[in-house]
């Protein structure tokens, strides 16, 4: 029975009867039992390699999706680290996966939650290398030596309320911090003609600020280089000249810079301010009621245009009791030396931000109609 069992399992071309007759003709069982298995081994063998192949991989997939690849060490070289103000640790996490600095998000996160000092990450620049330990990571991040300085860019119209919060997002500062040091005004280093204002003397610039630099600290330096910039430009010197004092001199180009699309119409739009002036006509100029309701653009409702604030340069004639934001070089320019010119109204007239110039009412009537038909207004 086992010698028939063999053959249907090792020759299946041989017919299914014929018993005692056909055993006369086969080979030996011992001979052909060998020949036999010898295909089922291979076939095991294919199929053990075949699991096995399946189950290494699998386990490689399944350790990437279940466990926590991380780094061993301290890593090797040095990479910058952007942390923005209210990132999450998944945020951060990411930032550093693509950086190459951790193998894995879930490293970092499960990193930053067995440490409760990781609530306490400010934002800004570090200097981290790559391939490092997730908590190592985390350690490098925590260590104030780690940070690189921090660049804080003031663009020209910021006003005070918004170079703060800039200082703080920038340098990770805490904003209360910030909004303590610009109210002591007595502190920052101002001209004696401010007045203790701190408005329009914090310079639009580009600052590079040390790790551990005090809101203090930050602030007089802009204060300092608003000074040298008006002791290059003479500003103290050279406002009597335009019928203004230095501090006026400054309203102006802070208006100026607010309506000055295009630089080379600094000095026209100067010169308006300086004939209404003059004439003792409200400036009607709308950057300075924002300013006086505490916002920064926007439409003006028939309400906020009847509201009584010095700012309402509809309703009020003169110069704002002070600047509305820190006006750059060339708006100053502009002011300390307007265009001589007759123009008391101007008006947008084109896309790229080039005003139109006229003493005539009408004329400026007719032009905003038609800036309006073209679509130059948003």
Wanted: charged share 20%; net charge positive.
């Amino acid at each position: 029975m086992a010698g028939n069992d063999l053959d249907l399992l090792g020759d299946s071309a041989m017919p299914a009867s014929g018993g005692r007759h056909r055993s006369k003709h086969r080979r030996p069982p011992t001979r052909r039992r060998g020949r036999s298995l010898l295909p089922l081994l291979i076939v095991l063998i294919m199929l053990g390699g075949m699991v096995g192949g399946v189950w290494y991989g699998g386990s490689r997939v399944m350790a990437a999706l279940t466990g926590t690849p991380d780094y061993a060490g301290n890593g090797s070289g040095t990479v910058a680290v952007e942390i923005n103000s209210g990132d999450s640790a998944t945020a951060i996490a990411g930032t550093l996966l693509n950086k190459g600095v951790v193998k894995s998000i879930k490293a970092f996160v499960a990193a930053a939650r067995a440490d409760p000092r990781s609530l306490t990450l400010q934002p800004g620049a570090y200097k981290l290398h790559k391939q490092m330990k997730a908590s190592l990571a985390l350690a490098l991040l925590l260590d104030p030596a780690s940070r690189l300085q921090a660049v804080v860019t003031i663009p020209e119209g910021f006003s005070v309320v918004q170079t703060v919060a800039r200082i703080a997002a920038r340098t990770g500062l805490p904003l209360a911090q910030v909004q303590a040091a610009a109210r002591d005004t007595a502190r920052l280093g101002l001209p004696a003609y401010a007045k203790g204002g701190l408005e329009g003397f914090l310079y639009p610039a580009t600052y590079d600020i040390e790790p551990g630099t005090s809101a203090r600290a930050v602030l007089q330096m802009m204060v300092a280089k608003f000074n040298a910039v008006a002791a290059s430009s003479k500003l103290e010197q050279r406002a009597a000249a335009v019928g203004l004092s230095p501090y006026e001199v400054l309203v102006v180009a802070s208006l100026v810079q607010e309506e000055g699309l295009v630089v080379t119409d600094m000095p026209m739009i100067a010169r308006v301010i300086h004939n209404r002036i003059v004439a003792g006509t409200p400036l009607g100029i709308d950057a300075a009621i924002f300013y006086g309701l505490g916002r920064t653009g926007g439409q003006l409702s028939a309400a906020d245009l009847n509201k009584d604030t010095p700012y309402n340069t509809r309703k009020v004639k003169g110069l704002p009791p002070t600047p509305i934001d820190s006006p750059g070089a060339d708006a100053v320019s502009a002011a300390l030396a307007p265009t001589p010119g007759d123009w008391l109204y101007y008006v947008l007239k084109d896309k790229q931000g080039h005003q139109f110039f006229t003493d005539s009412y009408q004329a400026f009537v007719d032009q905003k109609a038609k800036s309006i038909k073209e679509g130059v207004f948003k």
